[in-house]
């Protein structure tokens, strides 16, 4: 069943309400597949700009779309996002009733859609605001905007704010899950209490209920074209959550992973591991007892000890010598006459100035 999976259990007898390492894993699920679904279409798209490149520019709204769809399907069938009800967790609107609704009811259309919302809308705009401010730092670098113009007073004080706006939002959560889990709250998130909603696990009523309702979407017989179409686009995207629920467990690790391996943090060891060993360094040969000495000014030719003529440097040793000298020389003995390196007589090089 793709609302319920083989993974979901009755609820334990310890009570509805969930713990808090279920209720902050099922919020990393989805943060954890972002990424490195981002990471997938940017490889496709490198290696086919031409197909795929309009997938990595538009990957936000494409990946906000698809994710919209998927919450949306769940919220309508379970009561509950692809990620709670993957941990067998369900909403149910806050109030003072004891009883708690089958997840197979839905919740009332205002909480609906504030799930709905939060859910989707807000990663994403979170998301751009990040990059948003990615991208101005950039600029505040590199700026052409004179030190006086407005604009740029402007940015450089949303810089210099952003970060006690972003601290004030990740302490908003943090107090909120330490309220939790001290049970001074009943939600560990504030995105549930703005939604007018709380987590709950599933019962073996909600089960039961979830494996009906599925049953009779599959066996219902429907005649009209319409019926038709939807009857198909629901068993489309019921497959979709289906392959994404039974499949997650395995692929949820392997994305992480992949996350981690081409994480910025992680890009030194990646180097270090797979960096090329360093080349050791060239060897010196020993010169002969026979070698010519240097003489002590530069344009004297090692081996006639006149001044040079033709000037002719050897590739292999670098040192400059007369033509006819290092030609006669490297002929006879195929060595350098300083170095004793090997040499041929391709590796005699002639030096042009500007003199000659």
Same mark, same amino acid.
């Given at each position: 069943?793709?609302?319920?999976?083989?993974?979901?259990? *009755?609820?334990?007898?310890?009570?509805?309400?969930?713990?808090? %390492?279920?209720?902050?894993?099922?919020?990393?699920?989805?943060?954890?597949?972002?990424?490195?679904?981002?990471?997938?279409?940017?490889?496709?798209?490198?290696?086919?700009?031409?197909?795929?490149?309009?997938?990595?520019?538009? %990957?936000? #709204?494409?990946?906000?779309?698809?994710?919209?769809?998927?919450?949306?399907?769940?919220?309508?069938?379970?009561?509950? !996002? %692809?990620?709670?009800?993957?941990?067998?967790?369900?909403?149910?609107?806050?109030?003072?009733?004891?009883?708690?609704?089958?997840?197979?009811?839905?919740?009332?259309?205002?909480?609906?859609?504030?799930?709905?919302?939060?859910?989707?809308?807000?990663?994403?705009?979170?998301?751009?605001?990040?990059?948003?401010?990615?991208?101005?730092?950039?600029?505040?670098?590199?700026?052409?905007?004179?030190?006086?113009? !407005?604009?740029?007073?402007?940015?450089?004080?949303?810089? *210099?704010?952003?970060?006690?706006?972003?601290?004030?939002? /990740?302490?908003?959560?943090?107090?909120?899950?330490?309220?939790?889990?001290?049970?001074?709250?009943?939600?560990?998130?504030?995105?549930?209490?703005?939604?007018?909603?709380?987590?709950?696990?599933?019962?073996?009523?909600?089960?039961?209920?979830?494996?009906?309702?599925?049953? /009779?979407?599959?066996?219902?017989?429907?005649?009209?074209?319409?019926?038709?179409?939807?009857?198909?686009?629901?068993?489309?995207?019921?497959?979709?959550?289906?392959?994404? !629920?039974?499949?997650?467990?395995?692929?949820?690790?392997?994305?992480?992973?992949?996350?981690?391996?081409? !994480?910025?943090?992680?890009?030194?060891?990646?180097?270090?591991?797979?960096?090329?060993?360093?080349?050791?360094?060239?060897?010196?040969?020993?010169?002969?007892?026979?070698?010519?000495?240097?003489?002590?000014?530069?344009?004297?030719?090692?081996?006639?000890?006149?001044?040079?003529?033709?000037?002719?440097?050897?590739?292999?040793?670098? %040192?400059?010598?007369?033509?006819?000298?290092?030609?006669?020389?490297?002929?006879?003995?195929?060595?350098?006459?300083?170095?004793?390196?090997?040499?041929?007589?391709?590796?005699?090089?002639?030096?042009?100035?500007? #003199?000659?």
């Amino acid at each position: 069943m793709a609302e319920v999976g083989a993974h979901l259990t *009755a609820a334990p007898a310890g009570g509805d309400r969930p713990s808090v %390492f279920e209720a902050v894993a099922q919020d990393g699920l989805m943060a954890a597949v972002k990424p490195a679904l981002q990471h997938l279409v940017k490889v496709l798209a490198e290696s086919n700009p031409a197909r795929y490149g309009f997938l990595w520019h538009w %990957f936000d #709204e494409i990946y906000v779309l698809l994710d919209l769809l998927l919450q949306q399907h769940y919220l309508a069938r379970c009561s509950a !996002s %692809f990620s709670e009800n993957f941990y067998s967790l369900k909403r149910i609107p806050m109030g003072d009733g004891r009883q708690q609704p089958l997840a197979t009811a839905g919740l009332p259309k205002r909480q609906h859609w504030k799930s709905l919302l939060l859910l989707v809308l807000v990663p994403y705009l979170k998301g751009k605001l990040e990059k948003l401010v990615s991208s101005l730092r950039e600029e505040d670098e590199y700026s052409i905007h004179p030190p006086s113009s !407005s604009w740029k007073r402007f940015y450089r004080a949303f810089l *210099a704010a952003y970060p006690y706006v972003n601290m004030t939002w /990740e302490g908003w959560f943090l107090i909120q899950q330490l309220c939790y889990i001290l049970g001074k709250a009943e939600h560990h998130s504030p995105m549930l209490k703005l939604a007018g909603v709380r987590l709950v696990r599933l019962t073996a009523e909600d089960i039961h209920a979830l494996q009906k309702k599925w049953a /009779e979407t599959t066996s219902d017989q429907t005649h009209s074209f319409t019926s038709r179409v939807q009857s198909a686009l629901r068993k489309a995207l019921g497959g979709i959550a289906f392959s994404l !629920s039974t499949g997650l467990s395995v692929s949820v690790f392997f994305l992480q992973f992949l996350d981690w391996w081409y !994480s910025s943090e992680n890009q030194e060891t990646i180097k270090s591991l797979t960096a090329l060993p360093t080349p050791p360094p060239p060897v010196h040969l020993e010169p002969e007892p026979s070698s010519a000495l240097l003489p002590s000014l530069k344009t004297v030719c090692p081996l006639c000890r006149k001044v040079r003529v033709n000037a002719t440097a050897l590739a292999t040793s670098g %040192f400059v010598f007369c033509y006819r000298c290092a030609y006669s020389h490297v002929k006879a003995h195929q060595r350098c006459p300083v170095t004793g390196y090997a040499t041929e007589l391709q590796h005699l090089v002639k030096l042009y100035s500007p #003199e000659s």
